[in-house]
T-cell receptor
Framework: GIQVEQSPPDLILQEGANSTLRCNFS?????LQWFHQNPWGQLINLFY???GTKQNGRLSATTVATERYSLLYISSSQTTDSGVYFC???????????FGAGTQVVVTP | GAVVSQHPSRVICKSGTSVKIECRSL??????MFWYRQFPKQSLMLMAT?????????EQGVEKDKFLINHASLTLSTLTVTSAHPEDSSFYIC??????????????FGPGTRLTVT
């Protein structure tokens, strides 16, 4: 099956800093989504981005499908950005997700 | 936007009993729903794919007789953990796809159910 690797595993940021999270995948995908899991466990959709670039406020994402990676940018980080960020991909017609291991982000005041 | 709910949000049960978890798509019809399990400090692992009106498809290593899935309508899928044991304690999360959506493969996740078996 497809392998999904996220880096770094942990990230500690000071409020206001910028950061880049990376997701590498080992095969072609028909979907890639970035999620933020909040402290209560809810997965929040950040981006649906199998290719291209999108921006939403302080967050943006880029997926280069031909090179099999995606990047999530967090700018001017805030304490509310803390949590685990997951990248998930699908390769089949059902849309079954394979999740990466996640990046634990802690933003300190 | 698309909303998926789960009930209950937390449940504590005794070893040997069964527990049912509901997953509902509130504002769209979901022909396909997915069930995931997440252990502490770990990622989500797909357990099964639930299709309306047909049998669920289980991932390798998931006991279908222990984790019963029923997708009885286009807005409701249920996961029943039968004869629960402490090792079944976990965070169970469902997701759903709206096949009519412009973003065909986009999935929406429920808030999760934390199961504790004592």
């Amino acid at each position: 099956g497809i392998q999904v690797e996220q880096s770094p595993p942990d990230l500690i940021l000071q409020e206001g800093a910028n950061s880049t999270l990376r997701c590498n995948f080992s095969d072609s995908v028909n979907n890639l989504q970035w999620f933020h899991q909040n402290p209560w466990g809810q997965l929040i959709n950040l981006f649906y981005i199998p290719s291209g670039t999108k921006q939403n406020g302080r967050l943006s994402a880029t997926t280069v499908a031909t090179e099999r990676y995606s990047l999530l940018y967090i700018s001017s980080s805030q304490t509310t950005d803390s949590g685990v960020y997951f990248c998930a991909v699908t390769t089949d017609s059902w849309g079954k997700f394979q999740f990466g291991a996640g990046t634990q982000v802690v933003v300190t005041p | 936007g698309a909303v998926v709910s789960q009930h209950p949000s937390r449940v504590i049960c005794k070893s040997g009993t069964s527990v049912k978890i509901e997953c509902r798509s509130l504002d769209f019809q979901a022909t396909t729903m997915f069930w995931y399990r997440q252990f502490p400090k770990q990622s989500l692992m797909l357990m099964a794919t639930s299709n309306e009106g047909s049998k669920a498809t289980y991932e390798q290593g998931v006991e279908k007789d222990k984790f019963l899935i029923n997708h009885a309508s286009l807005t409701l899928s249920t996961l029943t953990v039968t004869s629960a044991h402490p090792e079944d304690s976990s965070f169970y999360i469902c997701s759903a796809r709206d096949p009519t959506a412009e973003l065909y493969y986009e999935q929406y996740f429920g808030p999760g159910t934390r199961l504790t078996v004592t």
